[in-house]
């Protein structure tokens, strides 16, 4: 099994930066990509990027392109994920994601591990 604890969030202003943390433990040599979601109250988890083990290509969707930056501690068994020029529609509960493989999507179904999530809150 693996365990997933992420840790950063918090309250920040429009405009302002973040940087989020997540610590993975236990079978740590079986996850291939790691990610990180988001769910706001009343939507569905969406990603906000993802990295894979052996190239470190990342992936974002076009809403946080430019503003957030993904990145992987392989050595530390750490993700981190950068957020700047935050925006009120990026508050939401974060959280951090893991899989065995890469199958061809970056969808919440395709990650097998999660973490229980950081709240990030955006004052307008």
């Known amino acids: 099994q693996v365990q997933l604890v992420e840790s950063g969030g918090g309250f920040v202003q429009t405009g302002g930066s973040l940087r989020l943390s997540c610590k993975a433990s236990g079978r740590t040599q079986v996850i291939y990509m790691m990610a990180w979601f988001r769910q706001a109250p009343g939507k569905e988890r969406e990603s906000v990027g993802a990295i894979k083990g052996s190239s470190g290509s990342t992936y974002y969707p076009d809403s946080v392109k430019g503003r957030f930056t993904i990145s992987r501690d392989n050595d530390e068994n750490m993700l981190y994920l950068q957020m700047d020029s935050l925006k009120p529609e990026d508050a939401a509960v974060y959280y951090c994601?893991?899989?065995?493989?890469?199958?061809?999507?970056?969808?919440?179904?395709?990650?097998?591990?999660w973490g229980k999530g950081t709240l990030v809150t955006v004052s307008s």
């Open positions: 994601a893991a899989a065995r493989y890469y199958s061809g999507s970056y969808s919440a179904q395709a990650m097998e591990y």
